[in-house]
């Protein structure tokens, strides 16, 4: 079955560093890679998604590329904030029987907290 | 504004008593789904629906009751065969051309 295994937390860091939160995962199939990101005590906003090998997804200053030869998806940042301090998930889809519905898969979540 | 509302944030609930989660899209999206997430496991999958009228279970269905009888409308019922039901809930739905899944606020449920 699929998979996703991510770096496990908590990561701290200080203000302007760089940010790198690994994300490995294992599929059938050819699947799109996602980023959420999650605040205290709310749910989850997409960050970015890939759709294809070698694509790149990137927001707010985030980015990750869909590598197929290592089956990665990594995420970066060049230069976090205090305000980035949240939980961030990596997933990937899984098209079901047809129709509309697409099961993700999640890892289990990286707490990053950034400090002034 | 369009988006996925769950109420309430916050629910109480003593053993033996079955209760239900509301989660409403104005969205206009076809598929929906029903999340847990318990601290340092990810979200796990608990139902999700197509279309009004058809669901299926999830990775972690037992001890949980949905209904889809309106497109916007997903409803989910935490029942007292549900062993260890304190968790955050979260809901989640996406258009029928598209894998990406937008989420709701959650629900955070507590067992007494």
């Known amino acids: 079955g699929n998979s996703v295994t991510q770096m496990e937390g908590p990561v701290t860091l200080s203000e302007e560093a760089f940010l790198t939160i690994n994300c490995t995962y294992t599929?059938?199939?050819?699947?799109?890679l996602f980023w959420y990101v999650q605040y205290p005590g709310e749910g989850l906003q997409l960050l970015l998604k890939?759709?294809?090998?070698?694509d790149k997804g990137s927001n707010k200053g985030f980015e990750a590329t869909y590598r197929k030869e290592t089956t990665s998806f990594h995420l970066e940042k060049g230069s976090v904030q205090v305000s980035d301090s949240a939980v961030y998930f990596c997933?990937?889809?899984?098209?079901?029987?047809?129709?509309?519905?697409?099961?993700?898969?999640f890892g289990k979540g990286t707490l990053l907290t950034v400090n002034p | 504004d369009g988006g996925i509302t769950q109420s309430p944030k916050y629910l109480f609930r003593k053993e033996g008593q079955n209760v239900t989660l509301s989660c409403e899209q104005n969205?206009?999206?076809?598929?929906m789904y029903w999340y847990r997430q318990d601290p340092g496991q990810g979200l796990r999958l608990i139902y999700y629906?197509?279309?009004?009228?058809?669901?299926q279970k999830g990775d972690i269905a037992e001890g949980y009751s949905v209904s889809r009888e309106k497109k916007e409308s997903f409803p989910l019922t935490v029942t007292s065969a549900q062993k260890n039901p304190t968790a955050f809930y979260l809901c989640?739905?996406?258009?029928?051309?598209?894998?990406?899944?937008?989420f709701g606020p959650g629900t955070r449920l507590t067992v007494l």
């Open positions: 997933a990937l889809s899984d098209r079901g029987s047809g129709g509309s519905n697409y099961k993700l898969t």
């Open positions: 629906s197509q279309i009004v009228n058809d669901f």
């Open positions: 890939a759709t294809k090998a070698d």
């Open positions: 989640a739905s996406n258009r029928a051309s598209t894998d990406t899944q937008y």
């Open positions: 599929a059938t199939g050819y699947p799109s």
């Open positions: 969205l206009n999206h076809d598929a």
